[in-house]
Nanobody
């Protein structure tokens, strides 16, 4: 069974940094696109960053210039470097992946992904 495993979450103060990692297990077949999502209590899951096949990363406006997503294609591993964290970044962060055709216009939509991790908590205190 294919799974994604996130790590790197934790608690930091506002202005701090964290780096999340996402490693697939159970399959060596490459994904066409991988992405990070987050879900805060009482809110819908929202896209944070997505890396399509062309490598042109897409970011949510709320994290642009603060977060950097990257992917190790050889290992199918996804990273999210989060800088200048704010209390509103507090959420459970999820890694997601898909195979097949990927259109940049919908890569931040959670319904477009077939594989998900279990999530890792990020808490930012003021």
């Amino acid at each position: 069974q294919e799974q994604l495993v996130e790590s790197g979450g934790g608690s930091v103060q506002a202005g701090g940094s964290l780096t999340l990692s996402c490693v697939p297990s159970g399959s060596t077949a490459s994904f066409s696109s991988m992405a990070w999502f987050r879900q805060a209590p009482g809110k819908q899951r929202e896209g944070v960053a997505a890396i399509p096949p062309n490598g042109r990363t897409i970011y949510a406006d709320s994290v642009k210039a603060r977060f950097i997503a990257s992917k190790d294609n050889a290992e199918n591993t996804l990273y999210l470097q989060m800088n200048n964290l704010r209390p509103e970044d507090t959420a459970v962060y999820y890694c997601a992946a898909r195979r097949g055709v990927s259109l940049s216009s919908w890569l931040l939509l959670p319904g477009k992904y077939d594989y998900w991790g279990q999530g890792t908590q990020v808490t930012v205190s003021s």
